[in-house]
């Protein structure tokens, strides 16, 4: 029996994506100084056998949907054992033998689950283009001028934040001199009735951050239609799955509305903490921020602040701040000078 379309346009997926993750896996190796010969040789033997497993899944799957439900149960399960042990093999042997890497060995048996993960995102071209029922309501032009411009601009919104943050650290922080400052720079201090309000990289970072993240999700959202017709869509609507299913997982249905809150933090600490790769300070490594997040998590607020309640909390922040550092302070010399005296003694 041979191939069906189906299965053999499942494979080739799988293998794209098994070989774009190998060059990557070998260029992490290649740039660590760590490749050599048995990176390639165990990459090779893995990665032909993960879409070799995968292949014969489909297969069975093939198979199976020929028979009754009880032959269909065996010919899946004699599939799995088969399929389990060869995959076993092929792990033992490039353990045991010496010309093959262990890490590149193992690493991608779990390429084909990665590439399922992304599959809704990445449809062929024939389910993105199927005709609209009737009644489904109006589909933007992608291809016009100004959903391009449109989209030129919503790109802007993505980099330039990024590209400004770059630019105001090298106009701003002097060269160290062989001196690390180990913080987030100021820049600037507002001065306030009860304490002065430092404005910090890890704030400025975190609004360019914020500005980013939107501009990113206006960008996915564009163009929506009843029906997906565009690889943004089908990738918003897979995030958005993803965190539905999170939030059921893990809060239970009741919470289930503060999956757009999860999705925000989660979006904003995974870019905060990105930023370090474009040499700008991630607003993550300020305990600052993180605690701030950890109280709006606390405290439940899953809706934007009133303004007033925002200044309110910046005044008892400023306040509590200054009274926490003074009695730092005044702990700091406290155990000074009792040391000092310790010593005397």
Not at 192 to 203: A, D, G, N, R, V
Not at 248 to 266: D, H, S, T, V
């Amino acid at each position: 029996m041979n191939a069906d379309a189906t299965v053999r346009r499942e494979t080739l997926y799988i293998a794209r994506w098994v070989l774009a993750l190998s060059a990557l896996t070998q260029l992490v190796f290649l740039v660590a100084g760590w490749w050599d010969y048995t990176v390639l040789l165990g990459n090779l033997l893995s990665g032909c056998a993960a879409v070799g497993n995968f292949f014969l899944m489909g297969r069975s799957v093939q198979k199976a949907v020929t028979q009754d439900q009880a032959d269909a149960a065996k010919t899946m399960r004699a599939s799995q054992q088969l399929r389990s042990l060869g995959l076993f093999v092929v792990a033992a042997v490039g353990v045991a033998l010496p010309c093959f890497h262990l890490v590149t060995v193992l690493l991608p048996l779990f390429f084909p689950r990665i590439a399922v993960a992304f599959r809704p995102i990445f449809k062929g071209k024939e389910d993105l283009n199927e005709t609209q029922q009737p009644g489904q309501g109006l589909v933007m032009n992608t291809k016009s001028k100004l959903f391009r411009l449109v989209d030129l601009c919503l790109l802007g919104m993505i980099l330039l934040p990024l590209a400004a943050g770059i630019a105001l650290q090298v106009l701003t922080q002097p060269a160290s001199g062989g001196l690390e400052i180990s913080g987030a720079y100021i820049y600037c201090t507002i001065p306030l009735p009860f304490q002065e309000l430092p404005i910090t990289e890890s704030q400025v970072n975190s609004w360019l951050v914020m500005v980013s993240v939107l501009g990113l999700c206006l960008y996915l959202t564009h163009g929506l239609a009843p029906k997906a017709q565009t690889r943004r869509q089908l990738a918003a609507e897979w995030i958005v799955e993803k965190v539905d299913g999170l939030v059921r997982q893990n809060m239970g249905e009741y919470f289930k509305g503060f999956a757009p809150f999860i999705a925000a933090i989660l979006a904003l600490s995974a870019f905060s903490s990105l930023l370090s790769l474009i040499g700008l300070y991630p607003p993550t490594s300020d305990l600052n921020v993180v605690g701030g997040w950890a109280l709006l998590a606390t405290l439940g607020l899953a809706v934007p602040l009133a303004p007033g309640t925002i200044f309110a909390c910046v005044l008892a922040f400023a306040l509590a701040r200054g009274v926490l550092h003074y009695a730092e302070q005044a702990c700091n010399h406290y155990i000074a000078f009792k040391l000092l005296a310790l010593i005397r003694d």
